[in-house]
């Protein structure tokens, strides 16, 4: 009589991951004596340019180094500064807020819910272009001077 063993497969996890048979060669180790057959001047010939360090390697020489005339990252003029507090709103028109159902409150989760903007690309900031025939509460979300007198206009409410 005949035992049927079944093989049992072994699901992949960190404890047994390892690289295909002969994906994986050990680097070349350069300068090691003459044994290596990479030792003394580690495969790069006898002085010249191209046996110094920091010069043609793979992608060529140094970068931006233009042969001797001026590079051009100093041959530009440079102008302004770039603003590193600058805040970047996401801009949420009164068009945007007519997807949401009548008297809704307006926070920046209810905002993100509706996808109108994206959570942690920045601040929200309503803007009035267009109607709204909604009265709507506003709570926590920067807004225009029209947009704030539109809301109350339209029966709305903006609580800060």
Do not use: C, Y
């Amino acid at each position: 009589m005949a035992t049927k063993t079944k093989a049992t497969v072994e699901k992949i996890g960190l404890h047994n991951l390892v690289p295909a048979p002969g994906s994986h060669r050990n680097p070349k180790r350069l300068g090691r004596g003459p044994g290596s057959g990479t030792g003394k001047t580690s495969g790069k010939g006898h002085k010249g340019i191209k046996a110094r360090s920091g010069h043609h390697g793979h992608g060529g020489g140094k970068p931006r180094f233009e042969g001797g005339q001026m590079p051009l990252t100093r041959r530009v003029p440079k102008r302004g500064f770039t603003n590193i507090f600058r805040v970047e709103h996401q801009v949420v028109g009164f068009d945007d807020l007519a997807r949401l159902p009548k008297g809704a409150e307006v926070t920046e989760e209810t905002l993100i819910e509706a996808g109108l903007i994206r959570r942690g690309k920045g601040p929200a900031k309503i803007l009035a272009n267009g109607d709204t025939a909604k009265g709507v509460t506003v709570r926590g979300v920067k807004m225009s001077a029209s947009a704030r007198q539109k809301i109350e206009a339209a029966g709305g409410r903006v609580e800060s």
